[in-house]
């Protein structure tokens, strides 16, 4: 018979606990409450200057759009920053190109001009000669 195997269970050891000492020099940077609260206060400000002027650019864009006179609705054409220029500014030629671009995509946004006769405003006064006419003026 076959002697069984003997086998070394190894227990694992736990680690040990290494304790650095924090030194006052490496302790963390913090600010007083007062501090925070006022760069809090400073962020909270340039957020809403920053959401109304792209609100004021998206107007612009807006305004753009509908100095085209090329759509119906000018507020159908999305706004995109790609639409500025270098100053946060409306692209003249910029918009003019989404307004093509989105009217190849979608025709039924295009401003509708009638055209022709369309029988409103003034006409000219339209005189029938015929036989009644002739028998009123010769009484």
Same mark, same amino acid.
């Given at each position: ?22 030194? @006052?020099?490496?302790?963390?940077? $913090?600010?007083?409450? %007062?501090?925070?609260? !006022?760069?809090?206060?400073?962020? #909270?400000?340039? /957020? ?41 500014? @409306?692209?003249?030629?910029?918009? $003019?190109?989404?307004? %093509?671009?989105?009217? !190849?995509?979608?025709?039924?946004? #295009?401003?509708? /001009? ?26």
């Amino acid at each position: 018979m076959t002697e069984p195997a003997t086998e070394a269970i190894v227990q694992p050891t736990e680690p040990e606990e290494v304790t650095e000492a924090v030194t @006052p020099e490496e302790e963390p940077e $913090t600010f007083d409450r %007062e501090y925070v609260q !006022k760069l809090r206060d400073e962020a #909270a400000g340039h /957020r809403v200057k920053a959401k109304r002027a792209e609100a004021l650019s998206a107007a612009l864009v807006t305004a753009q759009a509908a100095a085209t006179g090329r759509m119906a609705d000018p507020t159908d054409l999305p706004y995109d920053e790609e639409m500025l220029d270098d100053d946060g500014l @409306p692209d003249v030629g910029k918009v $003019t190109a989404a307004v %093509e671009e989105m009217l !190849k995509r979608k025709p039924h946004l #295009a401003a509708r /001009r009638p055209r022709g006769d369309v029988g409103q405003g003034a006409r000219p006064e339209v005189t029938e000669e015929g036989l009644a006419s002739l028998l009123r003026r010769g009484a």
